[in-house]
């Protein structure tokens, strides 16, 4: 069966500091990923979408970028932290429109 | 562009009462429609989903939907609310068309009084 892993669960950083957030996917092939935010009274927003290795769809202008690197990794990085960056990080995947498979999330906190 | 709005931010139901949340949407053609539920610091989980066929959609832990296309809507209903229903209610649209993903409202939370 398919699953989704993400990692890490929480996470504290300073302002100013990278990111790396990791998804993974098992249990499928070529699946679409995707990295959405989930800010305090805000609903969810898509950040970026990944329909194969090293395609990247960005949504919204923002601090972060992410990347493909391999067919069921999608990772959410940013160079420098900024407050606004705080916030609920969800992972997901589907193979068609009519799905979508959630991770369990990243809180991460900007201090 | 598509939306969805989901006009209660809380609602507050008594344990064993009915519950309707509402979902309205804005997309040009037959949408793809989902409700997700969320507990607190937990990712999502699937509800109901509709896409072609019966209006009237069956979801786990006893929920259903009903899309109404004159209406734009999509809203969710049970008969008879659980404490543990407790939680965050996302409805979302999806363009079928694509991997762009899908598009969620903002959320209704559920609160549940003994």
């Known amino acids: 069966s398919q699953t989704i892993h993400q990692w890490p669960a929480t996470l504290v950083q300073p302002v100013g500091s990278p990111l790396s957030l990791e998804c993974t996917v098992e249990g499928t092939s070529n699946p679409n990923l995707y990295w959405y935010r989930q800010a305090a009274g805000r609903g969810l927003q898509l950040l970026f979408y990944s329909v194969g290795i090293g395609q990247i769809s960005s949504e919204v202008p923002q601090n972060l970028s992410a990347s493909r690197p391999?067919?069921?990794q999608f990772i959410l990085s940013s160079k420098k932290l900024l407050l606004s960056d705080?916030?609920?990080?969800l992972c997901a995947w589907n193979l068609s429109?009519?799905?979508a498979?959630?991770?369990q999330g990243t809180r991460l906190t900007v201090v | 562009a598509q939306s969805v709005t989901q006009p209660d931010i809380h609602i507050t139901v008594s344990e064993g009462a009915s519950l309707e949340l509402r979902c309205n949407y804005s997309y040009g053609a037959t949408p793809y429609l989902f409700w997700y539920v969320q507990s607190p610091g937990?990712?999502?989980?699937l509800l109901l989903k509709y896409f072609s066929g019966d209006t009237l959609v069956q979801g786990i832990k006893g929920f259903e939907a009903e899309f109404k296309r004159s209406q734009s809507s999509?809203?969710?209903r049970k008969p008879s609310v659980h404490w543990s229903d407790a939680a965050e209610y996302f409805c979302a649209v999806g363009s079928g068309g694509g991997a762009d993903g899908l598009t969620f409202g903002k959320g209704t939370h559920l609160i549940i009084q003994p």
């Not at chain 1, 705080?86 to 990080?89: D, E, H, I, P, R």
């Not at chain 2, 937990?42 to 989980?45: F, K, M, N, P, V």
């Open chain 2, 42 to 45: 937990q990712g999502l989980q």
């Open chain 2, 74 to 76: 999509f809203n969710l």
């Open chain 1, 97 to 99: 429109p009519t799905e």
């Open chain 1, 70 to 72: 391999q067919d069921r």
């Open chain 1, 86 to 89: 705080s916030g609920f990080y």
């Open chain 1, 101 to 103: 498979f959630f991770g």
